[in-house]
């Protein structure tokens, strides 16, 4: 099996006439590194996957496969293998012949051949299925001949467009665990495409969260998901509340915030823009609806907000509260399920402490939209 | 008893009276437009020719003697061959499978163009033009590509003054002018049904054999002639009958010394006014034109209802 190939995007502008489609991306992959792009439909990340597998050249910038400029190179000759949104399996051909197609067009024996697609097979949990036609085969299953195709040119890169978004939820959280082991498995670079916030999470090890052509943070799931470092990320990944308002002071990494609706809070000024604010910005502050506790006897321990319940749903592990919030949208609040019967009825307001740690000011800017 | 749920359905849907008209048309186009005229053909290539006065009498029995005809000429005792009507018969299929292969060889690379060229309006329009000439009446373009093809025509105008030839090339005696004709008769029944499917083919199955390592002629060979193969059986099927089964365009365009069979069997029915002979000769490239077509399906695996596809 191939070891990891670091990929990098230097300087990359990729347009289509007047429209540009990604604005100077960088980025560095590292080797054997499981790499998301994520974003909304449009935002460019499909636009990123063709020019790393080569069925289009970036009008500005270069990509670098193991450190060798692709320039010039056609999707046939680069060390990349793609597995389509619709997996584009061969419908003509059986399943073993699917598989070991890249070693067909290396001119190597059909025993030579089977003998690799029934090794792969077996490695996707799929032994004995190689006389089939892929019509034959369920959702799951053309998937993991999918992977075993791309996995059989022995790439360097595994590059994937959201190939999991046809699959049922049930089927598409298991494909996850598996694409992950198989990466793990196989050691080599793994590029994914998702529009799916949880895909990126739960699989990366690291993620680009694009918008509109742009690459608006690199980082772990983690990172992107407690440091998002500019509005579109804190409220794309997750669920995020907003407090639009005015610095009123910063001390520190902290800064306090004069809300429009909410009063006066304090939080973390976000990694990302720290050093770039300064008193009077116009600015938001993101709250996780996790990080919002019910403040115990109403007291008013100061980085406190006050609202009107306007509805409880019940999801089993988590009650979610919402409040008469500060724009258009409600205020969320999670609480986990610890045996109560209900939160609070219809109308009756809250002081609700808000945790310093997991929130985030950053410089006012445009949302994710729903 | 399948069939029968598919007959209860079909009146459930469209009701009893649509229903009852719908079948009984297609019942009539079926039984009084296709199988009643050969029927009637198969019957007559089996009698004498008989003056009017002794049909249905004494004399008029069953016979093969017009098959016979064929195979031996007015030889009545089987000697010798009727090499001159075999040779054009032979001719004739011949003829039509080349312009098949021709046509197929033409249409392939235009359907894939046109198929794949997704959003681009010059396909559309593309289509459009090459529909425009037939409009025209066919004997009025066969004789359009006699002028062509003429001695003082465009071609051999275009090819004196580039200096490739000194004097004109007679290419109707060499029946260039004829299997251009043929090909050119019945193109769009090769184009249409090739860029049908073509179209139908995920761009997506390309650009995975591309990505895969696979060359251009890889991917025709293993992707789209593959995905292509109904369509290409079904225009070949139009071409090749049609062109084996054609008179307008070769007696137009054909070389003097050159018959197509289908002359003969003209010949047969309005100069001779021997219908039995004539429909003899007809059933013969009927059937002769049946087996190759089912022969060929059979060799390239393409089952009878793809063709339908």
């Given at each position: 099996m191939s070891t990891g190939v670091a990929v990098d995007?230097?300087?990359?502008?990729?347009?289509?006439?007047?429209?540009?489609?990604?604005?100077?991306?960088?980025?560095?992959?590292?080797?054997?590194?499981?790499?998301?792009?994520?974003?909304?439909?449009?935002?460019?990340?499909?636009?990123?996957?063709?020019?790393?597998?080569?069925?289009?050249?970036?009008?500005?910038?270069?990509?670098?496969?193991?450190?060798?400029?692709?320039?010039?190179?056609?999707?046939?000759?680069?060390?990349?293998?793609?597995?389509?949104?619709?997996?584009?399996?061969?419908?003509?051909?059986?399943?073993?012949?699917?598989?070991?197609?890249?070693?067909?067009?290396?001119?190597?024996?059909?025993?030579?051949?089977?003998?690799?697609?029934?090794?792969?097979?077996?490695?996707?949990?799929?032994?004995?299925?190689?006389?089939?036609?892929?019509?034959?085969?369920?959702?799951?299953?053309?998937?993991?001949?999918?992977?075993?195709?791309?996995?059989?040119?022995?790439?360097?890169?595994?590059?994937?467009?959201?190939?999991?978004?046809?699959?049922?939820?049930?089927?598409?959280?298991?494909?996850?665990?598996?694409?992950?082991?198989?990466?793990?498995?196989?050691?080599?670079?793994?590029?994914?495409?998702?529009?799916?916030?949880?895909?990126?999470?739960?699989?990366?090890?690291?993620?680009?969260?694009?918008?509109?052509?742009?690459?608006?943070?690199?980082?772990?799931?983690?990172?992107?998901?407690?440091?998002?470092?500019?509005?579109?990320?804190?409220?794309?990944?997750?669920?995020?509340?907003?407090?639009?308002?005015?610095?009123?002071?910063?001390?520190?990494?902290?800064?306090?915030?004069?809300?429009?609706?909410?009063?006066?809070?304090?939080?973390?000024?976000?990694?990302?823009?720290?050093?770039?604010?300064?008193?009077?910005?116009?600015?938001?502050?993101?709250?996780?609806?996790?990080?919002?506790?019910?403040?115990?006897?109403?007291?008013?321990?100061?980085?406190?907000?006050?609202?009107?319940?306007?509805?409880?749903?019940?999801?089993?592990?988590?009650?979610?509260?919402?409040?008469?919030?500060?724009?258009?949208?409600?205020?969320?609040?999670?609480?986990?399920?610890?045996?109560?019967?209900?939160?609070?009825?219809?109308?009756?307001?809250?002081?609700?402490?808000?945790?310093?740690?997991?929130?985030?000011?950053?410089?006012?800017?445009?949302?994710?939209?729903? | 008893m399948k069939r029968k749920l598919i007959f209860a359905d079909f009146f459930r849907n469209n009701g009893a009276l649509m229903g009852s008209i719908l079948i009984g048309l297609v019942a009539f186009w079926l039984i009084v437009l296709v199988i009643l005229p050969q029927i009637s053909m198969l019957d007559y290539s089996f009698r004498f020719n008989l003056p009017p006065a002794e049909q249905g009498g004494p004399k008029d029995v069953y016979t093969l003697s017009n098959y016979q005809h064929l195979i031996y000429g007015s030889d009545e005792t089987h000697q010798s061959f009727n090499t001159i009507d075999l040779m054009v018969f032979l001719r004739t299929i011949v003829a039509a499978i080349m312009v098949t292969i021709f046509d197929i060889i033409l249409c392939y690379p235009l359907a894939y163009f046109l198929g794949q060229a997704r959003g681009m309006g010059m396909a559309r329009l593309l289509v459009v033009l090459l529909i425009i000439p037939y409009w025209v009446n066919e004997i009025l373009r066969a004789f359009a590509l006699r002028i062509i093809f003429g001695d003082g025509g465009l071609i051999n105008e275009a090819l004196m003054l580039l200096h490739l030839t000194s004097e004109p090339i007679d290419f109707i005696r060499h029946d260039i002018a004829l299997y251009a004709g043929l090909g050119y008769a019945y193109i769009l029944l090769m184009l249409f049904p090739m860029y049908n499917v073509i179209e139908s083919l995920d761009r997506n199955q390309i650009e995975a054999a591309r990505d895969l390592g696979a060359s251009w002629t890889r991917i025709h060979r293993r992707i789209v002639i593959p995905h292509a193969k109904p369509g290409i059986a079904s225009g070949s099927t139009?071409?090749?009958?049609?062109?084996?089964?054609?008179?307008?365009?070769?007696?137009?365009?054909?070389?003097?010394?050159?018959?197509?069979?289908t002359q003969l069997v003209y010949q047969w029915f309005n100069n001779s006014l021997n219908w039995q002979q004539g429909a003899a000769y007809a059933i013969v490239l009927l059937v002769a034109t049946i087996t190759i077509v089912m022969t060929i399906m059979k060799i390239f695996r393409v089952n009878m209802g793809d063709i339908g596809k």
């Open positions: 995007l230097e300087n990359v502008w990729i347009k289509f006439g007047d429209f540009v489609a990604v604005r100077e991306a960088n980025v560095n992959i590292k080797g054997g590194d499981f790499f998301s792009f994520l974003g909304p439909s449009g935002c460019g990340k499909t636009t990123i996957l063709r020019a790393i597998s080569g069925f289009l050249d970036p009008s500005e910038g270069h990509v670098r496969i193991g450190g060798r400029d692709m320039a010039g190179i056609g999707p046939n000759k680069r060390p990349t293998a793609l597995i389509f949104q619709n997996l584009a399996l061969f419908p003509l051909m059986k399943i073993w012949e699917n598989i070991s197609f890249s070693m067909e067009v290396r001119g190597a024996s059909a025993a030579e051949r089977r003998k690799r697609a029934d090794e792969l097979l077996d490695m996707v949990a799929l032994g004995g299925q190689g006389d089939k036609l892929p019509s034959e085969l369920s959702g799951g299953q053309k998937q993991r001949v999918a992977i075993a195709r791309a996995l059989c040119a022995n790439p360097d890169v595994l590059l994937l467009d959201e190939p999991l978004s046809a699959l049922d939820l049930k089927l598409r959280q298991h494909m996850r665990t598996e694409l992950r082991e198989i990466q793990q498995r196989v050691g080599i670079t793994f590029i994914y495409i998702t529009h799916d916030q949880g895909e990126a999470l739960t699989m990366s090890d690291n993620v680009a969260v694009m918008k509109a052509g742009v690459i608006d943070q690199i980082g772990s799931g983690k990172e992107i998901y407690d440091a998002p470092a500019t509005p579109f990320v804190a409220s794309f990944v997750g669920e995020n509340n907003v407090f639009r308002g005015k610095i009123r002071s910063i001390d520190g990494t902290r800064a306090t915030i004069e809300t429009n609706r909410s009063g006066v809070l304090t939080a973390e000024i976000t990694p990302a823009q720290r050093g770039k604010m300064a008193v009077g910005d116009a600015a938001m502050l993101f709250v996780r609806p996790e990080a919002l506790t019910l403040a115990e006897g109403g007291t008013d321990t100061g980085n406190t907000i006050s609202a009107k319940v306007v509805n409880e749903e019940f999801e089993g592990n988590t009650f979610s509260v919402f409040l008469e919030g500060d724009g258009a949208k409600p205020i969320k609040m999670s609480l986990p399920n610890t045996g109560q019967t209900r939160i609070a009825e219809r109308g009756k307001p809250l002081t609700l402490h808000i945790n310093p740690q997991t929130t985030v000011i950053m410089p006012a800017g445009e949302l994710a939209s729903d | 139009m071409v090749f009958m049609l062109s084996a089964g054609a008179l307008a365009t070769p007696q137009i365009l054909g070389g003097p010394s050159s018959l197509w069979f």
